[in-house]
């Protein structure tokens, strides 16, 4: 159980385009999701989280109008890179958990490559 | 605000060889988890173990076992009998015991399996 799906796995597209990627949890409700991006070699960084019918949390340094977050439902988190450039070029990857005394669950990660 | 360490970026072991990965955390609470997850070249975020700090009993799964040192705020992971297949970075993780709390990455070390 507790399977969180994430699409796309790969994506390039053209500076400027916007792009968004999608995490679904497929078998349980999740209020809160996070966005994780990750450099090549280095750890998870903690992009937002994103709650059900409320605004995202964003990290400080985390441009909301670059990375807007919405979370209509209880399964289903979008994350859009607006006027993408090659510097957003990373890997991201989304996070829920079903409760409190689990451990989360990844997402398998998109692949984004701005050309 | 809690901080995880990993001080040994790599760390290499023979196949069949037990190898022990460190992990160190700082927090003022009294309730949270504790996790490693495993992340292989897929990127895959995979869940390795679990410890929740009530409990004073190291969790095991299977090859996978921690030395969970409260006091010490200490978290380390020993894989028994590795297999070419635990060959990937390892990243110990915190969370809050209070629900929808975000997790707290270590640094990651990368785990290299000599055949």
């Known amino acids: 159980g507790a399977v969180v799906s994430q699409h796309p796995s790969r994506v390039i597209c053209k500076s400027g385009t916007s792009v968004k990627i999608e995490c679904r949890s497929l078998?349980?409700?999740?209020?809160?999701m996070f966005w994780y991006r990750q450099f090549p070699k280095q750890s998870l960084m903690l992009m937002a989280t994103s709650n059900e019918g409320s605004k995202a949390t964003y990290e400080q340094g985390v441009e909301k109008d670059k990375f807007l977050i919405n979370h209509a439902s209880l399964t289903l988190s979008t994350l859009t890179v607006t006027s993408a450039h090659p510097e957003d070029s990373s890997f991201y990857i989304c996070?829920?958990?079903?409760?409190?005394?689990?451990?989360?669950?990844f997402g398998s990660g998109t692949r984004l490559t701005v050309v | 605000a809690q901080t995880v360490t990993q001080s040994q970026p790599e760390m290499s072991v023979q196949e069949a060889e037990t190898v022990t990965l460190s992990c160190t955390y700082d927090t003022s609470e009294s309730d949270y988890y504790l996790f490693w997850y495993k992340q292989p070249p897929s990127r895959q975020m995979i869940l390795v173990i679990r410890?929740?700090?009530?409990?004073?009993q190291n969790a095991t799964e299977n090859r996978f076992s921690v030395n969970f040192q409260k006091a010490a705020k200490s978290f380390s992971l020993k894989i028994s009998d590795s297999q070419l297949g635990d060959a990937a970075m390892y990243f110990c993780?915190?969370?809050?015991?209070?629900?929808?709390?975000?997790?707290?990455f270590g640094q990651g070390t990368r785990l290299t399996i000599n055949p």
């Open positions: 410890q929740e700090a009530y409990k004073q």
């Open positions: 996070s829920a958990s079903p409760r409190a005394d689990y451990g989360y669950t």
């Open positions: 993780a915190y969370r809050s015991a209070v629900w929808g709390q975000k997790l707290v």
């Open positions: 078998d349980f409700q999740a209020t809160t």
